[in-house]
């Protein structure tokens, strides 16, 4: 199991065991991390599973696609650390990683 | 009807409405007894992945769920699957269950979605013979997808085509018969279907439209070929039919709740009935963007609407109405659609087709009303909030792919 750290809007920090393979926007949603909408389930479709990366993890976390870094664009609150949740998928190497979820999704 | 003081709350379903008001209402801080019936035997889960990634075999079953079995015991919810509710007795807030049994509620939410529509011809009930809307249905499709393996499949809606395309990708041998003159007919423009009919054609599937079906053809139980109105015949081992869904709305109507064509509710999802909501596929509601009502089958829809209820049940302010959206991936495509695109004037196309990545703009009377955006987020998301402003926009710039498409929604934005 990999420990991901979700920290929402005001500060609160949520830990999770996650399972290496799933998805950061999955392993929220299964553990019901407040402010992780993903209405779409994952298909990189709906950009509400916005977060803010942590600056020590921003070289682990893989590269954006075209498609997230088109939708990003367009979503609110962007910032240099921003990536949609469900392109992250969870492995050893992000083990302790910290994300920050925005004010709104939408 | 003031709903807050309720303290037994019942939802019918457990598709993605249904599971997205079990979630609103746990966190919009209900306490109370909540019950989750469900016809089918499996936990809540994603339906889109069905004709997708998942029948495609690249997508692990446990991913389909919304939530594990523990989140259920642990927000406390009971859970019965397998389990059609039968009747609503409204005068005494009962609901009867198919295999006996009953539930009383304080209020209920109706989320019995829809069902595919059954082919009216001979030989719709032999074995080979699927539609494509549960995991069950997946579970009896997928062994025969197998390489070389003749597929056919009846009607080219999103279902079918998304069903062609990954059929191809593991290598049967796939026909689309479609009775409309073009592909998707019902729900786009003659631009995407055209793109989409050349796509499928280039991927190496026979799409024959304007075509009627006239029977399936079977030896002993099992279909071997389509057999079309003019006589032509069409091996098949397997046969897909996906030519549209009807709400499942019974349930309701029978215990006396307003239905046309889907369960009338108002922009809270509350029926006829103040104690009674409906959400997702089975529900007909105000569509506030297009002065109109009607029926939406989407995931958005369902999510939206499990969510008015809930907020309507617990005295809360009425969440946002997003703009109706909608997506299907084929191929490496990824189709994104924003807004209802019926009753158009005007079309702008922004990009090349033949890129496999452009924008199709529907507007009436110079205000955006919709856009099927093709490998194209931008210029969806932009015209998701676009459309909800009710935007004008000079089709000149829409088609000019020189200006961006962020500086595009930022002018019409500031007008």
Same mark, same amino acid.
């Not at chain 2, 085509?161 to 990708?169: G, P």
């Not at chain 2, 479609?178 to 998707?184: I, N």
């Given at each position: 199991?990999?420990?991901?750290?979700?920290?929402?809007?005001? %500060?609160?920090?949520?830990?999770?065991?996650?399972?290496? %393979?799933?998805?950061?926007?999955?392993?929220?949603?299964?553990?019901?991390?407040?402010?992780?909408?993903?209405?779409? %389930? %994952?298909?990189?479709?709906?950009?509400?599973?916005?977060?803010?990366?942590?600056?020590?993890?921003?070289?682990?976390?893989?590269?954006?696609?075209?498609?997230?870094?088109?939708?990003?664009?367009?979503?609110?609150?962007?910032?240099?650390?921003?990536?949609?949740?469900?392109?992250?998928?969870?492995?050893?190497?992000?083990?302790?990683?910290?994300?920050?979820?925005?004010?709104?999704?939408? | 009807?003031?709903?807050?003081?309720?303290?037994?709350?019942? #939802?019918?379903?457990?598709?993605?409405?249904?599971?997205?008001?079990?979630? =609103?209402?746990?966190?919009?801080?209900?306490?109370?007894?909540?019950?989750?019936?469900?016809?089918?035997?499996?936990?809540?889960?994603?339906?889109?992945?069905?004709?997708?990634?998942?029948?495609?075999?690249?997508?692990?079953?446990?991913?389909?769920?919304?939530?594990?079995?523990?989140?259920?015991?642990?927000?406390?919810?009971?859970?019965?699957?397998?389990?059609?509710?039968?009747?609503?007795?409204?005068?005494?807030?009962?609901?009867?269950?198919?295999?006996?049994?009953?539930?009383?509620?304080?209020?209920?939410?109706?989320?019995?979605?829809?069902?595919?529509?059954?082919?009216?011809?001979?030989?719709?009930?032999?074995?080979?013979?699927?539609?494509?809307?549960?995991?069950?249905?997946?579970?009896?499709?997928?062994?025969?997808?197998?390489?070389?393996?003749?597929?056919?499949?009846?009607?080219?809606?999103?279902?079918?085509?998304?069903?062609?395309?990954?059929?191809?990708?593991?290598?049967?041998? #796939?026909?689309?018969?479609?009775?409309?003159?073009? #592909?998707?007919?019902?729900?786009?423009?003659?631009?995407?279907?055209?793109?989409?009919?050349?796509?499928?054609?280039?991927?190496?599937?026979?799409?024959?439209?304007?075509?009627?079906?006239?029977?399936?053809?079977?030896?002993?139980?099992?279909?071997?070929?389509?057999?079309?109105?003019?006589?032509?015949?069409?091996?098949?081992?397997?046969?897909?039919?996906?030519?549209?869904?009807?709400?499942?709305?019974?349930?309701?109507?029978?215990?006396?709740?307003?239905?046309?064509?889907?369960?009338?509710?108002?922009?809270?999802?509350?029926? =006829?009935?103040?104690?009674?909501?409906?959400?997702? /596929?089975?529900?007909?509601?105000?569509?506030?963007?297009?002065?109109?009502?009607?029926?939406?089958?989407?995931?958005?829809?369902?999510?939206?609407?499990?969510?008015?209820?809930?907020?309507?049940?617990?005295?809360?302010?009425?969440?946002?109405?997003?703009?109706?959206?909608?997506?299907?991936?084929?191929?490496?495509?990824?189709?994104?659609?924003?807004?209802?695109?019926?009753?158009?004037?005007?079309?702008?196309?922004?990009? /090349?087709?033949?890129?496999?990545?452009?924008?199709?703009?529907?507007?009436?009377?110079?205000?955006?009303?919709?856009?099927?955006?093709?490998?194209?987020?931008?210029?969806?998301?932009? =015209?998701?909030?676009?459309?909800?402003?009710?935007?004008?926009?000079?089709?000149?710039?829409?088609?000019?792919? =020189?200006?961006?498409?962020?500086?595009?929604?930022?002018?019409?934005?500031?007008?």
């Amino acid at each position: 199991m990999t420990k991901i750290i979700y920290v929402d809007n005001g %500060g609160t920090e949520r830990v999770v065991e996650a399972a290496n %393979g799933e998805s950061v926007m999955e392993a929220a949603v299964k553990n019901s991390i407040p402010g992780i909408d993903a209405d779409c %389930g %994952g298909a990189c479709a709906c950009a509400t599973c916005h977060v803010y990366v942590d600056a020590s993890f921003m070289d682990k976390v893989g590269e954006q696609q075209e498609m997230e870094k088109s939708m990003l664009d367009f979503a609110e609150n962007v910032q240099p650390n921003s990536r949609l949740s469900c392109q992250i998928t969870i492995c050893d190497a992000l083990d302790g990683l910290k994300v920050t979820t925005p004010e709104s999704q939408h | 009807m003031d709903l807050t003081g309720a303290s037994r709350i019942v #939802v019918i379903g457990g598709g993605q409405a249904g599971a997205q008001a079990l979630q =609103s209402l746990r966190q919009g801080g209900y306490a109370g007894a909540l019950t989750l019936v469900g016809d089918e035997p499996a936990l809540p889960y994603q339906r889109p992945p069905l004709s997708k990634a998942y029948m495609k075999g690249e997508m692990a079953e446990e991913r389909l769920y919304f939530r594990p079995a523990r989140w259920y015991q642990d927000q406390n919810i009971e859970v019965i699957l397998s389990t059609p509710a039968k009747s609503i007795d409204r005068v005494n807030r009962k609901v009867e269950l198919a295999h006996g049994g009953q539930l009383d509620y304080d209020a209920l939410i109706i989320a019995t979605g829809s069902r595919p529509r059954v082919l009216p011809t001979k030989g719709a009930t032999l074995h080979g013979v699927h539609d494509l809307r549960d995991l069950s249905d997946v579970e009896r499709i997928r062994p025969n997808m197998i390489a070389g393996r003749k597929m056919v499949i009846i009607g080219a809606g999103y279902i079918g085509l998304e069903a062609a395309a990954v059929a191809r990708q593991m290598g049967l041998d #796939v026909t689309v018969l479609e009775m409309a003159p073009r #592909v998707l007919a019902r729900v786009t423009s003659p631009v995407m279907s055209e793109f989409f009919e050349t796509e499928h054609r280039a991927q190496g599937v026979q799409i024959i439209t304007g075509a009627r079906l006239d029977h399936l053809d079977g030896e002993g139980n099992n279909v071997t070929a389509a057999i079309r109105a003019d006589g032509t015949r069409i091996e098949a081992d397997i046969v897909l039919v996906g030519i549209g869904i009807l709400p499942n709305e019974e349930l309701a109507k029978d215990a006396g709740i307003a239905c046309n064509n889907g369960i009338l509710v108002d922009r809270d999802a509350r029926t =006829s009935d103040p104690r009674v909501f409906a959400a997702g /596929d089975c529900a007909s509601r105000p569509l506030v963007h297009y002065a109109r009502s009607g029926r939406l089958e989407s995931v958005h829809n369902a999510i939206e609407q499990g969510k008015l209820a809930a907020a309507a049940i617990l005295g809360k302010p009425r969440p946002a109405e997003d703009c109706p959206w909608f997506w299907s991936d084929q191929y490496d495509l990824k189709l994104q659609i924003a807004g209802l695109s019926q009753d158009y004037d005007e079309i702008i196309v922004r990009g /090349d087709p033949k890129d496999r990545k452009f924008a199709a703009f529907y507007l009436r009377n110079g205000t955006l009303i919709a856009v099927d955006a093709v490998n194209s987020p931008a210029e969806f998301l932009a =015209s998701k909030k676009l459309i909800m402003l009710g935007a004008k926009l000079a089709p000149d710039v829409l088609g000019d792919t =020189s200006i961006s498409m962020k500086d595009i929604a930022a002018a019409a934005l500031a007008a």
